[in-house]
């Protein structure tokens, strides 16, 4: 009888702990598909972008998530970008930044889904072609 109670409770950690690993990657995984659509809007929408550091990502206690950091290698060139529920936690643009990255943006800004959007119009022109 303790050997099958030993066997149930190693069996339940073991269950709890790949439970807790599986969550962990698919956050990672989040995290980095949120980061590739911080990229492709700060390239089609900052003049001058050439490169970007993240310095901080969490979850926001009031609703979603927050991604921080800067651009260009100049630290006073920071952003937030924050993915909501009401976006289905997607990112789709720029929260707050910096006024440097203010006077680097284009006039017309596109979110992220508007790029996409306009990206596979392109290559959809270019198979026809």
Not at 8 to 19: C, N, T
Not at 81 to 92: L, P, V
Not at 103 to 121: G, H, L, P, R
Request: aromatic share 12%; no cysteine.
């Amino acid at each position: 009888m303790k050997r099958i109670i030993i066997v149930i409770i190693i069996s339940l950690i073991l269950i709890a702990g790949g439970v807790f690993l599986k969550m962990m990657y698919d956050e990672k995984k989040y995290y980095d598909e949120q980061k590739d659509r911080i990229i492709t809007y700060m390239k089609y929408n900052v003049k001058g972008y050439k490169e970007i550091k993240f310095e901080e990502q969490k979850r926001n206690p009031l609703d979603g998530f927050i991604i921080s950091g800067y651009i260009n290698n100049d630290k006073t060139n920071t952003f937030s970008a924050i993915m909501w529920s009401k976006d289905d936690y997607q990112f789709e643009h720029l929260s707050t930044y910096s006024d440097k990255i203010s006077k680097m943006m284009i006039k017309n800004s596109k979110t992220v889904s508007e790029i996409k959007i306009e990206q596979s119009n392109t290559e959809d022109k270019k198979k026809d072609d």
